[in-house]
């Protein structure tokens, strides 16, 4: 590109008296052809730096290597502090603005709001000279298409790319960055693809907040700290491998919501194993639908996954000691939960819903009914507290309600207001003190209790109101899958049972009471319905459905036992996407045509979210082939190639609005007389027959030169082909 240089000025004066009075006023040390400079404190090099009050670069910049001024060259290495920043200039978005800017490899450093508000600015390469790029310095760029970054890119500031709305992929793979600093990529809602280096250790708070389009990022083994608001509203993220090295996931780290916005896609969290604590809000408002908290985890922070409106089944590990309000607030799914019986801190309304879920296990200090009060265990005290929200009048409805043969003491809350539709089983042998008395009636309920305890149970307080009581509760000891690995191609679908295993050796099935889901819906999914297998009548299942190419569990779990079943799922590997140019995309590259045969071409951008791409085309030999595009709105949705006569044509689809960034695309057209014409020269001779046989005899020959040259059809290149074209040169003689 001609790189030109315009400086304008409100008053039309020399540009020597311009600039002496600049200097006059101190804004800068000198200025050559149109850049002012600064003189770096070791005296031989300079930094670009802003012009005087009144003056502003526009237009294509280009910054020289070294500079003369007083007899003395001076190598220009940094772009200062605020050199190009036009915020105190105009707020106008479309004057007074830069169209490109050249950086020489002598810079090292881009300073602090370099570049800001430089709305026009499309496209930027930071050469490998640089190590450090300062705080915003290129703030709400919000043309911004292209960035390059420089390998030896050691620190990018606080807020670099914040409000680069249009940017759609970013790769530091090839940086040497320690950090990600807080803000990095704040709000660049277009931004799909993002590449991060090996050796990176924090990502920064809010560093891709609201990156809308982030469908998935790999997070590098190198990782020690993900911190608050990092990924929060990166609403198309689906799914995220958290590294081992992650201890702690900071507070909103992949919260879905943010002032008044609600709702994020992710459906995987692949935790780390020596994860200890989860933030404050960490997974809020996500599409998370089951969730196995690590057994390393002591600490589930307040709403850390409130409003999971998806979120059916949770099982919480004995490791876990604190559990903070709200953790599970309004999840309106919620049908399986265990606790675990470490709790000694839990918070208000950590269960908070409209109605309560069909499996509660856990304590007997877990699952109160009151005013809202924190919990804290002591022994076999028991604490009240609201797992509920506080104030509703509505009846809670627990379809079955378990206590571990531990309990000693239940508090009568736990039960809820209605007790009708409750299902209850007590494991232990002598019956729990409940207190205070529940509010409940308990005609319609069943209570299963061990056996040999049935008759303290008809006697004893609170448990001899109910409706029926028999003594067949035995507590399991274990639940087992049917199959604990299956191997299965993407497509395939295969049948889990999960059955219990009683202390007493017996074993029942249970596929339809316990819970069953994926760890990873992406690669395997599991239907929710129990399938039932006619020829044999005792069998029933869980349809496990393979769904992409990966590794994931199929968890099952009843009250306090668990189980998985590994998966593993073949299919086609994922095109690599190791090209960081954005293109313009076409069906085909080559396409062979008689004459007038026509192919028709559909030209998109290799990235999806690039607004209002307009396209031109353009032929280099319109005797061969007539090119016409069909124009809505500006937009070409279509490109029509007819074939005129035997010759090749080249067709190049480019971008304009977005030209200097986008590569074109070009797609060679071949126009053949006939199909017994493999060399294209117009002729049927024994040219053709040579060009078949160097497709025999040479197994990387071009594809297109190959799929021609199989006249008959048969899928191969061989002597049945030569025969063919001999048939054809003689009646062409």
């Not at 940094?78 to 105009?90: L, Y």
């Not at 059916?312 to 265990?338: K, M, Q, W, Y």
């Not at 393979?546 to 095109?575: L, R, S, W």
């Not at 029509?640 to 010759?647: D, N, R, S, T, V």
Request: hydrophobic share 40%; aromatic share 10%; charged share 20%.
């Amino acid at each position: 590109m001609k790189k030109t240089f315009v400086l304008y000025c409100k008053r039309v004066v020399a540009l020597l008296l311009v600039a002496l009075s600049a200097h006059v006023a101190g804004a800068y040390d000198f200025i050559a052809e149109g850049v002012a400079y600064n003189f770096n404190d070791d005296g031989s090099t300079v930094a670009v730096t802003s012009l005087a009050d009144g003056e502003w670069y526009e237009g294509d910049v280009v910054i020289p290597q070294k500079v003369a001024h007083g007899g003395k060259y001076y190598n220009v290495t940094e772009i200062g502090d605020n050199a190009f920043d036009r915020k105190s200039i105009s707020r106008n978005k479309t004057e007074h603005l830069l169209s490109s800017v050249y950086i020489p490899e002598t810079v090292t450093r881009i300073g602090n709001a370099a570049f800001a508000y430089q709305y026009q600015l499309q496209a930027v390469t930071i050469p490998n000279s640089v190590s450090e790029v300062g705080n915003y310095a290129f703030l709400q760029c919000e043309g911004l298409i292209k960035a390059k970054f420089s390998t030896a890119l050691a620190s990018l500031g606080v807020g670099t790319f914040k409000g680069c709305t249009l940017l759609p992929k970013v790769d530091l793979s090839a940086t040497s960055l320690k950090t990600l600093s807080g803000a990095s990529f704040y709000e660049c809602t277009n931004l799909a693809k993002v590449k991060l280096p090996v050796g990176l250790e924090v990502i920064g708070d809010s560093a891709f907040y609201k990156c809308e389009y982030l469908v998935n990022i790999d997070l590098p083994e190198t990782l020690q700290s993900i911190e608050a608001s990092a990924f929060q509203r990166t609403t198309r993220l689906k799914s995220i491998k958290i590294p081992d090295s992650i201890t702690e996931i900071k507070d909103d780290a992949f919260n879905g919501h943010d002032r008044g916005y609600y709702g994020s896609s992710l459906v995987h969290v692949d935790f780390p194993k020596g994860l200890t604590k989860i933030g404050k809000r960490a997974f809020a408002y996500t599409d998370l639908d089951a969730v196995v908290i690590p057994s390393t985890v002591t600490e589930i922070g307040e709403g850390a996954f409130t409003q999971c409106n998806e979120l059916e089944s949770v099982f919480i590990p004995n490791s876990v000691t604190t559990i903070g309000d709200g953790a599970f607030f309004h999840c309106f799914g919620l049908r399986h939960i265990t606790f675990g019986n470490s709790i000694s801190s839990l918070g208000k309304d950590v269960l908070a819903l409209d109605f309560v879920p069909d499996r509660i296990w856990g304590d007997e200090d877990i699952f109160s009914y009151n005013g809202g009060l924190n919990l804290t265990i002591n022994n076999d005290y028991v604490a009240s507290a609201d797992l509920w929200e506080t104030g509703t009048s509505y009846s809670p409805a627990i379809i079955q309600l378990e206590l571990p043969k531990e309990i000693t003491k239940v508090n009568g809350k736990t039960f809820g207001y209605d007790g009708s539709n409750h299902k209850v089983i007590c494991y232990a042998n002598v019956p729990p003190v409940v207190t205070p008395a529940a509010t409940a009636t308990f005609s319609k309920t069943t209570l299963h209790v061990p056996e040999k305890a049935l008759a303290k149970y008809f006697t004893a307080d609170h448990w001899k109101q109910y409706a029926n009581i028999t003594g067949d509760a035995i507590e399991p000891q274990a639940i087992t899958f049917n199959e604990h690995t299956l191997t299965l191609n993407v497509g395939d679908k295969a049948g889990l049972t999960p059955t219990l295993l009683n202390d007493d050796g017996s074993s029942v099935v249970v596929t339809n009471d316990a819970a069953v889901f994926s760890t990873n819906v992406l690669v395997a999914d599991v239907t929710k319905g129990v399938k039932f297998n006619p020829a044999v009548t005792s069998e029933n299942y869980r349809e496990v459905v393979a769904k992409g190419k990966g590794e994931c569990d199929i968890v099952t779990f009843y009250g306090n036992v668990i189980d998985y079943c590994h998966v593993v799922v073949n299919g086609e590997d994922q095109p690599a996407d190791d090209d960081d140019e954005i293109t313009v995309e076409l069906e085909c590259n080559e396409k062979s045509l008689f004459p007038n045969e026509m192919v028709t071409l559909h030209p998109k951008l290799n990235v999806n979210n690039l607004p209002n791409p307009t396209f031109s085309v353009e032929c280099d030999n319109n005797e061969v082939v007539l090119v016409r595009s069909m124009v809505v709105n500006n937009y070409i949705p279509t490109v029509q190639a007819l074939a005129l006569k035997p010759g090749v044509a080249n067709i190049t689809v480019k971008c304009d609005n977005y030209a200097d960034v986008v590569e074109p695309a070009v797609c060679k057209i071949f126009v053949t007389r006939e199909i017994s014409d493999v060399n294209i020269d117009g002729v049927v001779n024994a040219g053709d027959a040579s060009a078949i046989y160097e497709v025999i005899l040479n197994s990387n020959a071009d594809e297109r030169l190959r799929s021609i040259s199989d006249l008959n059809g048969d899928g191969f290149v061989n002597a049945g082909d030569i025969s063919i074209l001999y048939e054809n040169i003689l009646k062409a003689e």
